[in-house]
């Protein structure tokens, strides 16, 4: 029996939280598989059959309190004093957690996600995965960071699984001579796959934006979108505001969602997905599981974009202002916006497939690992 100790530092509340939702149908795949017995540290929420949580002495409402201060990542860039002395509570919190773990015996894997989160692995004799993601590779950027990660990492077979092929190249730079670097993509939730989109939709006007509202994340929007929504097109944007922002009137703003609104109420009639997004996206989640829909995503031109829209077969790339437009304008024909929507369905499935894939994969890192332990 692999025992398997995940870490996380995001995790939804309950079924209609959006946060960290791909924490928790990571962690309901890997209990679905043989010969894993699965602990979860990460922000208290229902927990998936055959998942145990090891939250102890106050972490659960000390972990509350950061998501709702949004998260390490962006406490870190927005508010570097606070973030910093969270970033060392969470340290001493996640050390304790690692230390109960390795004193137990036999076949022992910490799957840690995000970087940041290897860091209390010091000095502990426990073999790692970790998933690294493209915030990430922001954090790399902090003075000291990368010497600290590779302290860790020479401590202990791990492998770095970067969740797209584009973080490949930077993190051989760091860190190869340390780590196995093998992309493992996260999966997708098959009720993506089971939606079904008419006509109607690809004629609908109605495009949509989820995303966290933060200036980088909305990235180009507010200068290419002005005058081409408003009229014949509507834009909705659906995510929490995290940062104080006026939106101009021709965005439609819903506040925060969840993936069973998503599922039942917008993939299904709205023209397309679109982002226009200058964050430092690893690959994003909210794309693949959109294209899986069946749906055409319009993209601004980004390495964790490119990894995903093959421009003009699955989706659009734009650049500017004027290719942005005459994407929209693509798209409103019903026969191209169909077809690019099913070869956004079909690459999914072909190259990135479900959950339970992505666990199978996960599972066959940890042997690899313990065979080197």
């Known amino acids: 029996m692999r025992q398997v100790l995940l870490t996380a530092t995001s995790y939804p509340a309950d079924a209609d ?13 890997l209990a679905r598989q043989n010969g894993v017995d699965l602990a979860l540290w990460a922000p208290p929420g229902d927990m998936p ?7 102890r002495d106050g972490d659960a409402n ?6 709702e201060r949004g998260g390490i990542t962006h406490l870190l860039r927005q508010k570097p004093l606070q973030g910093m002395r969270d970033a060392l509570t969470l340290c001493l919190r996640l050390r304790r957690a690692y230390q109960q773990f390795g004193r137990l015996a036999g076949k022992r894997v910490a799957h840690v996600n995000w970087l940041q989160n290897a860091l209390p692995l010091k000095g502990l004799d426990i073999s790692a995965l970790i998933t690294v993601l493209g915030s990430d590779l922001a954090l790399l ?5 990368v010497p600290m990660l590779r302290s860790v990492l020479r401590d202990r077979p791990v ?3 970067p969740n797209a092929e584009w973080m490949l190249p930077p993190l051989k730079a760091q860190f190869g001579d340390l780590a196995e670097i093998r992309p493992i993509p996260f999966g997708v939730h098959s009720r993506w796959f089971d939606i079904t989109r008419g006509e ?3 004629r609908s006007g109605d495009w949509l934006l989820v995303s966290r509202v933060t200036r980088a994340k909305l990235g180009h929007l507010l200068d290419w979108g002005r005058g081409l929504f408003g009229v014949h097109r509507n834009l909705h944007l659906l995510g929490p505001m995290q940062e104080a922002i006026e939106l101009p009137s021709w965005i439609r703003y819903h506040g925060a969602t969840h993936p069973g609104a998503l599922a039942a109420d917008w993939f299904p009639r709205v023209q397309g997905l679109l982002t226009l997004s200058t964050h430092d996206e ?3 989640q909210v794309m693949i599981e959109a294209m899986a829909a069946g749906m055409p995503v319009i993209a601004s031109d980004l390495p964790a974009h490119r990894d995903l829209v093959r421009h003009g077969e699955n989706g659009l790339v734009v650049a500017d202002r004027e290719s942005f437009r005459l994407a929209l304008e693509h798209l409103d024909n019903p026969e191209t916006s169909g077809a690019m929507g099913e070869a956004g369905r079909r690459w999914v499935a072909e190259c990135i497939g479900t959950w339970d894939d992505c666990a199978r994969r996960y599972v066959g890192a940890y042997d690899d690992l313990l065979r080197h332990a």
């Open 200 to 202: 109607p939709a690809a």
């Open 159 to 161: 492998i770095l699984a």
């Open 141 to 145: 950027r902090l003075p000291g960071m």
């Open 49 to 55: 059959d055959g998942v145990r949580t090891v939250l």
């Open 62 to 67: 000390w972990m509350s309190g950061l998501l």
């Open 282 to 284: 690893g690959r994003p």
């Open 17 to 29: 939280d959006w946060r960290g939702r791909f924490i928790y149908d990571m962690a309901q795949s």
